[in-house]
Structures are given as structure tokens and as C-alpha cells.
């Protein structure tokens, strides 16, 4: 705890949490970086799951330096926001869930990555394995998303 009361009350923190602009700023940033990552690995995922088949497979890898985008921005506003009021983010449970979710997802992305755009699809499509890595890929982000959003509600 002494790390983020630290942490908190460093000249950063304290102008990310009282100048007028910089919270709406962040937040806004976050948003738009969310919309970016879960736009673009959303696609792919409902393209793995069968949605869109006249959208080549392999074509939505074009995507996924939209995505890198997105989660750096997200991660660069929220490692903002977080240092703003690091006790509190810290000591909320729907936080911690977000951070996993995220965790998860991440080594979701990895092997679904791996699984999609290293191996050729048998018979055009993609397989059962594929589709449950697709599956719970949008399970994890969208968890996080709602997780996140639910911070503001929650002890």
C-alpha cells in the first residue's frame, strides 16, 4: 500500500486527478481505445465463429495492428487513470476481476493466434477449438469492458 499511496501522490497523479481536463481526457482516450481493440478482435472472433464466411479468414489479420493500438492506448490511459486514485482502484474487486479478465484474454489472443493464423484451416473453416478459443476470447473482452465500467459502481 505505501507503493500506491506513492504512486497516487505523485505530481502526475495528482494532475491527472485535479486538472479539469485530464481525467475526461483519459477516460475518452480509453473509450476510443477500447472501441478500437474490441472492434477489431470482435470481427475476427465472430469471423471464426462462422459470421461473415465471405470475409476471408486470413484477411482479418490485417486487423490486428488496430488492435495493438487500441490496447496500447488503453494500457497508457489506464496506467494513467489508475495513478490518479491507485488505493482506491486497487482495493476494488470489480477492478482486480478486469485486470485478470485481461490477463486471460491476452493468453487467449496468443493461442488463438496461433491457432488461426499459423495453421491452415481444414476445409476453408476454422475448428472446434478455434471457434472455443473465439468464443471465450469475446467472453474475456467484453467481461473486461463491463468489468471496467462497473469500477465507478462498485466497492
Known amino acids: ?3 500506491l499511496a506513492w ?7 495528482t494532475a491527472v486527478a485535479e486538472t479539469i481536463w485530464a481525467y475526461p481526457l483519459l477516460e475518452t482516450m480509453h473509450a476510443l481505445g477500447m472501441a478500437m481493440l474490441l472492434g477489431s478482435l470482435g ?3 465472430l469471423r471464426v465463429l ?3 464466411p465471405e470475409l476471408p479468414l486470413l484477411g482479418t489479420q490485417d486487423l490486428l495492428p488496430l488492435a ?5 492506448i488503453n494500457a497508457v490511459s489506464g496506467l494513467a487513470l489508475f495513478a490518479s486514485d491507485a488505493i482506491y482502484f486497487f482495493s ?3 477492478f482486480r476481476i478486469k485486470i485478470v ?9 496468443v493461442l488463438l493466434s496461433r491457432k488461426v493464423f499459423h495453421e491452415p484451416p481444414a476445409g476453408g473453416g476454422a475448428d ?5 478459443l473465439a468464443a471465450v476470447s469475446l467472453v474475456f473482452w467484453v467481461g473486461a469492458a463491463v468489468a471496467g465500467r462497473l469500477i465507478a459502481y462498485t466497492p
Open 68 to 72: 495493438w493500438l487500441g490496447f496500447t
Open 7 to 13: 504512486l497516487q501522490s505523485t505530481a502526475f497523479a
Open 1 to 3: 500500500m505505501d507503493f
Open 43 to 45: 470481427l475476427t472472433n
Open 92 to 94: 476494488s474487486y470489480t
Open 101 to 109: 479478465l485481461i490477463a486471460l484474454a491476452g493468453i487467449n489472443a
Open 50 to 52: 462462422g459470421f461473415k
Open 128 to 132: 472446434p477449438v478455434a471457434k472455443g
